[in-house]
């Protein structure tokens, strides 16, 4: 049987089986994306940037059970003391994880006031002890290859967001 060969030369039955190739090829490389799993909090650094907002450099100890690196692109959160917004925690900069390690990695959080009065406010309740006052909520978005997946963390006290990750003695007693 003569092959039939279209305008651009390549025969069809080569196109159907490369189509079908490249299908089946993408469909077995295609794994379940596993979360990483976070062993603690190995330590915290605060400084101010240029812009005059406060940094909080945390040292987070995880394993990255996935072959590829899991990269976090976004971090989000609202902050409340007392039932007070006072500002906000954003990702200062992507923090990568390389694949099936374990690893501390830099995690930097720019902690934006709404003004000088809640900032003070959060600096005496370190002080104080008020720091177990504090309630966040955010979101956390993180990207492994193509792919990416987002968490949504309901608005709930900062220590048992802490617990869950076994760094709950972090805040002042």
């Not at 240029?50 to 902050?79: C, D, I, M, Q, Y």
């Amino acid at each position: 049987m003569p092959t039939v060969v279209r305008r651009g030369g390549m025969p069809r039955r080569w196109s159907l089986f490369s189509l079908v190739f490249v299908f089946l090829l993408g469909l077995a490389s295609c794994k379940p994306i596993l979360e990483p799993e976070l062993k603690g909090i190995a330590g915290v650094e605060l400084g101010r940037n240029e812009e005059g907002n406060w940094v909080v450099s945390l040292k987070v100890t995880a394993f990255n059970p996935n072959r590829r690196s899991l990269k976090l692109t976004k971090l989000h959160f609202k902050v409340w003391m007392d039932g007070t917004e006072l500002g906000t925690v954003t990702l200062a900069k992507t923090a990568k994880l390389p694949g099936e390690t374990e690893k501390t990695v830099d995690l930097p959080l720019a902690l934006k006031f709404r003004s000088k009065s809640d900032e003070f406010r959060v600096v005496l309740g370190g002080l104080t002890g008020g720091l177990k006052r504090l309630e966040v909520e955010g979101n956390l978005h993180g990207q492994i290859g193509l792919f990416g997946k987002g968490i949504h963390f309901g608005r709930q006290p900062l220590s048992r967001l802490l617990a869950q990750f076994g760094s709950a003695g972090l805040l002042v007693k």
